[in-house]
Each structure stands twice: as C-alpha cells, then as structure tokens.
C-alpha cells in the first residue's frame, strides 16, 4: 500500500498576493510550522501581501484559518487575509464523492410508488412525488407535489407541482390524460389516437407542452443523478 | 352447501342489469340448479315484468328483510321454468327501509335455501347499491360499449374491490356492424380499460324487447343471439369455464366463421 503524502502546506503566487493551500486535518502548530518555513523564503514580498487561506472542500475550519490569518499579519506582516469565493462546483463535487462513497443512503426522497390500475372515482395524493406502475384510467385523479410518473397508460386527470411548483413535470409511457394541471397552469388533454410513445409535459413560456421524452431528454443533460 | 350470492349491478341505469339478472337465472334454473333472483330496486320494481310474474305478487324482499313474512311466502316460484325463484321489490318504498344489516340476516336464509341468489341492483352507488352488495360473494358489472358506461363500471369495479369482491364483466348491448365501422367501442377496447375476468359478451337483439314486453324468459327463445349468450354465460358461471366466449359478428358466412377458427381480426 502506497500513501500519498501530500504537503501540509502549498504556496502559490497569484496577482498581487498568495494563495495558501492548508490541510485541515494536520494540527494547527504544525502548520504554523511548516507556513513559517515556506513565508521565511519569501523575505520581503510578504509584507502586505494579500493572503488567500484554502482549506479545500472542509468544513467548520473558520477557527483555524482566523489562527493563521492573525499569525501570518504579527510574524510576517501581511495584509488582507480572506478565503477563496465559494464555488459552486466545490460543494457539488464533495455532495458527489459522498453519494459516491456513500451509496445514496442518506438521502430521503419523497416518493410514493404504486403498482395496479388506478380507476375511475379513486383519487391519489402525495406531498411529493407519485410514481404509478400500472395504469390511469380515466375518471381517477392524481395529485402531487411533485413529478408524477405513469409507468404505463395515462389516461385520467392529473395535478403534479400542487400548488404551485411550476418545474414540475408529468411523464407517461402512453400519455393520453383527459386533463392535466401543472403548478396552477391546466390543460385540456389532447385526443389524438397516437401510437404509444413515452411522452412528458411540462412548462414552457407559462403554457404547459408535451413532448416525447426520449427525443427531447428533458433531464438528459444533468450530468450527475441528483435527489429530487 | 351454501348457494352463492352474485350481485348484477353497474353504476350506470338502463344498460341491462334487469334483463341479465332475469335471463342468467333462468339459464342456471335451466342448468338444473334453485336459483333465486331479487330485485333490490325498492321502488322502481322491474324483474317481476321481465319476467312476467308481475301478477302473481304477494309479499316482497322488504317484508322479508323486515320480518313480516316468511322467505317462502315471498318466493314466487316460476311456472315455465323449474326452480326458479322471484323475490319482487317493494313498489311503494323507497331505498332506505332495507338496512344491510338486515339483508345480511336474509341472505344467510336465502344460502340455504338456494344455489344460486342473483341480486339485481340498483343504479347509481347509494342505499341501494350498498344493500345489494352487502352479502355478495360475487359481482357481474354490465356495461354497454360506451364512454360513460365504462367510467361508471370502472367505478363500481374499484368499489367492489375495496369490499373483496371480485368482479367480472359482461359488455351487454354490442351491435358488430357499428363496432366494425369504428363507430362503437369494441369489447377490447372496453377491456383495456376495466381489465377485469370477462363473463360474456351479448349483442344487441330486438328479441330483448319482444321478451321483456311478453315476459317470456329470453333464454327460452332459441333464435334470440341474446338469449343465448347469456344461456353461455351461466354456463360458464356454473363452473362450464372452458367453454369459450363468443364475438358477436354481423356476418354468419363461411369465412366469417373460418377467420375466426385462424385467429384473425375482423
Ligand atoms: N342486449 C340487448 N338488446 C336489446 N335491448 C336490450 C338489451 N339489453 C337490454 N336491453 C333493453 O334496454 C333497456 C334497459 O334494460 P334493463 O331494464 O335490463 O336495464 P337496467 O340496467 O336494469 O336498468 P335500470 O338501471 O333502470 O334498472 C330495456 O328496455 C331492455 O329491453
Ligand atoms: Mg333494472
């Protein structure tokens, strides 16, 4: 087995000052220790130089780096210490190697998951999302606060994003709906005799459109899976 | 042996509940079997007329269920056909002098009394509906090839369910000509939707209205299409199961009946 050892402590000269990379998980003295060693080196150039302070993607490291920050201004009279702009891919990239490493079994997701035929009279509600395998006959009525998916024939009335989620969307592998609401935008169904194709519904412009799903691949250019 | 209690019913009126009833009991009567069919539309009494004992009435399935006689005083027993039982409704009462508590108490009476005990129910999914199908251990759903029959039966089918019955279809009222030109649903098509066992399909047949108006049992009629798809529909009821269950055709030529054999689509 071969262990990577990484420096404590990486300098890099940007613009008018230094980016300092420190690994939070190596004791505070030393890395006082190892930013003297490498600031030692730098004489002069220190002296109210802008000091940028990474920890990387840790948290709960403002103590250590307020430490440091005042240890750089009285032994080696920098100026302005701050931490790097929060980026967005940082934390996205940490959520992913957590759901990576983790197997997603933190994660809750509403999802009220069926299988049958719902029929005519019988009315489905949920928070979030309603996922049904099975069909939708007409008469019956589906309601959710979320996305709802018919793993079959859609051929009922439904609500996805009540009251008022407008990202919400509606998907079928044979979507042929008598009435269909998203958020509070409604649509009449549309009556043509089709062959079945997976098809969605969503908003567009404050009007509701159906598409086919395979083709338009509404969530296809997400990169990573992400809980909804 | 306990007889069984089969509910005919639908949700939607007029599609042919009355006439099913009537015909399925006397085709398992015929089968050799005591068959008992009552009218549960309390105040809109149909089957006595049907069946032609509109005058032979004393007592009625109220007076039965609210002890005022007893359950042979009110079966009247049916001359043509043997073993065939009526229990007439009330005319003059409305749905709610039955409750299901006692209609529980008179069909526990009425399964010993018979094989057979054909409910024909009201429309709609009130009082009536729920007295009808309270002792029930089995339900026949008719439905005519249309829209809002479908709905309603679809509904009704989801209301026995939740009260463990399992129901079975019979599409009643099919006409072959109007289904080939696309004008009336087919029976896969009503199908698809209510996916449920089928018990028969039974085409659309003036000899229904002739029969009704005389009060001759349809069954009875040997050139009634009607007639004789319900005869096979208590066949199959009556445990004849494999017996298969017949398309009604406009066209009864040779190659009607070859294209069939093959397994084509009209
Ligand atoms: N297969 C058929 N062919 C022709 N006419 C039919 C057929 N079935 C039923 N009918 C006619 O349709 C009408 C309604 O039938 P029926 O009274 O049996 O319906 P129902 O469901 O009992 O009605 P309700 O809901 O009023 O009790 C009657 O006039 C009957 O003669
Ligand atoms: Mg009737």
């Known amino acids: 087995m071969t262990i990577e050892m990484q420096p404590p402590v990486k300098l890099k000269g940007v613009g008018d000052g230094f980016w300092v990379t420190l690994d939070p998980s190596v004791s505070e003295d030393k890395l006082k220790e190892e930013v003297t060693r490498l600031f030692e080196r730098l004489k002069h150039l220190t002296i109210n130089a802008r000091i940028t302070l990474d920890t990387g993607d840790a948290r709960g490291c403002e103590n250590l780096i307020a430490n440091i920050g005042t240890f750089l201004k009285n032994t080696f009279d920098v100026g302005v210490v701050t931490t790097p702009p929060a980026k967005r891919s940082v934390p996205l990239e940490r959520i992913r190697q957590r759901d990576l490493s983790k197997g997603w079994t933190q994660h809750r997701s509403e999802v009220l998951m069926l299988r049958g035929r719902v029929r005519s009279g019988q009315r489905i509600k949920a928070k979030k999302h309603i996922v049904i395998i099975g069909n939708v006959n007409p008469g019956a009525e589906i309601s959710a606060g979320g996305n709802i998916i018919v793993m079959g024939r859609l051929m009922g009335q439904v609500h996805a994003g009540d009251p008022d989620n407008e990202e919400a969307v509606v998907l079928a592998l044979d979507f042929r709906p008598t009435q269909i609401q998203i958020g509070g935008v409604v649509a009449a169904g549309i009556d043509e005799n089709s062959d079945a194709v997976a098809e969605f519904a969503s908003i567009d412009k404050g009007r509701i459109i159906v598409q086919d799903y395979l083709k338009a691949e509404p969530f296809g250019n997400i990169p990573w899976p992400e809980v909804i | ?266």
């Not at chain 2, 009218?39 to 509109?54: A, F, P, Q, S, Y």
């Not at chain 2, 027993?77 to 006692?102: C, H, M, W, Y």
């Not at chain 2, 026995?160 to 289904?179: D, E, F, G």
């Open chain 2, 1 to 266: 042996m306990e007889g069984k209690i089969i509910v005919v019913t639908s949700g939607k009126g007029g599609v042919g509940k009355t006439t099913a009833t009537a015909s399925i009991g006397a085709a398992l009567a015929l089968e050799g079997n005591r068959v008992a069919v009552i009218d549960m539309d309390i105040g809109l009494r149909n089957l006595d007329v049907v069946l032609g004992l509109e005058n032979r009435i004393v007592f009625n399935i109220v007076d039965v269920v609210n002890k005022r006689c007893k359950l042979t005083q009110a079966a009247i027993r049916d001359r043509r056909i043997e073993n065939l039982f009526l229990i007439p409704a009330s005319q003059s009462d409305n749905k709610d002098v039955l409750t299901t508590a006692g209609v529980e108490r008179a069909a526990k009476i009425l399964k010993k009394e018979f094989d057979y005990i054909l409910m024909d129910s009201p429309a709609g999914i009130e009082k009536g509906f729920e007295n009808s199908i309270v002792s029930a251990s089995e339900a026949i759903v008719i439905c005519t090839p249309d829209v809002s029959s479908v709905r309603d039966a679809d509904r009704v089918i989801g209301l026995l369910y939740a009260r463990s019955i399992t129901p079975k279809i019979i599409v009643n009222r099919i006409v072959p000509q109007m289904v080939a030109k696309g004008d009336m649903l087919s029976h896969e098509d009503v199908m698809e939707v209510l996916s449920v066992e089928l018990a028969g399909l039974v085409p659309m047949d003036e000899q229904v209205v002739i029969a009704t108006n005389m009060g001759m049992p349809l069954v009875m009629q040997n050139n009634s299409k009607a007639g004789q798809a319900f005869r096979r529909i208590a066949k199959r009821l009556n445990g004849e199961t494999d017996l298969p269950i017949q398309v009604p055709t406009h066209k009864t030529g040779m190659w009607n009946k070859l294209s069939q054999k093959l397994g084509f689509k009209k």
